[in-house]
């Protein structure tokens, strides 16, 4: 398992009873985790002193209730900035577990030693995005949601970089593909973090299970003649690592290279042990 384990503005406290217990810097956070199958004591003090609570409504979706928590708040992790707002659906604009992954395509990118194009799609508010521009490569950014990406450029100009070279585009991830590959631009690197189900800006349907093959065959006709790393994250239940490793290799074999997977995780301070938090698929030349 990969592990985000070099947080210290974020930390899962404690997970029991369908719920994880959550610091984002100075608040504590209750809200749901499907993972959380498990009954244990709940002994950690934050259960009954947090800033919120995300229900689970039996009839699907949720709200939050609110005891002391700002509108918006920001957390730190290394030289980066990430600027925190609940909203619906229990997130709060970031995916703190996906540290795992920032920190190993950072280090591809710095000891690559040459310039290196990234193309980042299904990009949210821009974590991955500004891990590769602060390891210095020159990042294009595509989600189909105008306020993710907005959101994505307030954590650049609170990271300081808001002239690092990001490309920000509001589009249909498989269409911007498609496109690219018509205009003949190449990449070093794809990175795709796509939804169990989504839509894009016209109402262009997303269903992993159907979609997530037949796109990675298309980034991969993007890869430039020396590209450095293919990474596609899944937060699909019953979507195996493995899975993710056979559609990789499969559509980059003729690169040589490495394809491993592996489940993301976080550690639970309470109990010592790993919360999964999804799987990720990654190829690199190393």
Known sequence: MWIANNWNDYEVLDASRGEKLERWGGYLLIRPDPQVIWDTPRTVRGWKHCNAHY??????????????????????????TFNLKPFSFKHTGLFPEQAANWDWFGGLIRQAGRPVKVLNLFAYTGGATLAAAAAGASVTHVDASKGMVSWAKENAA?????????RWIVDDCVKFVQREIRRQNRYDAVIMDPPSYGRGPKGEIWKIEEAIHPLIGLCA???????LFFLVNSYTTGLAPAVLAYMIATELK????????????LPVT???????CGAAGRWSRK
């Open 270 to 276: 309470d109990s010592g042990l790993i919360l999964p």
């Open 55 to 80: 229900h689970r409504s039996t009839k699907g979706g949720g709200e939050w209730e609110f005891f002391d928590l700002p509108e918006q708040w920001s957390i730190r992790y290394g030289e980066l």
């Open 221 to 227: 006709q993007l890869l430039s003649d020396d590209p």
């Open 158 to 166: 609170s990271s300081g970089l808001s002239q690092a070279p990001i």
């Open 254 to 265: 003729k690169l040589g290279g490495n394809v491993r997977s592996e489940e993301i995780g």
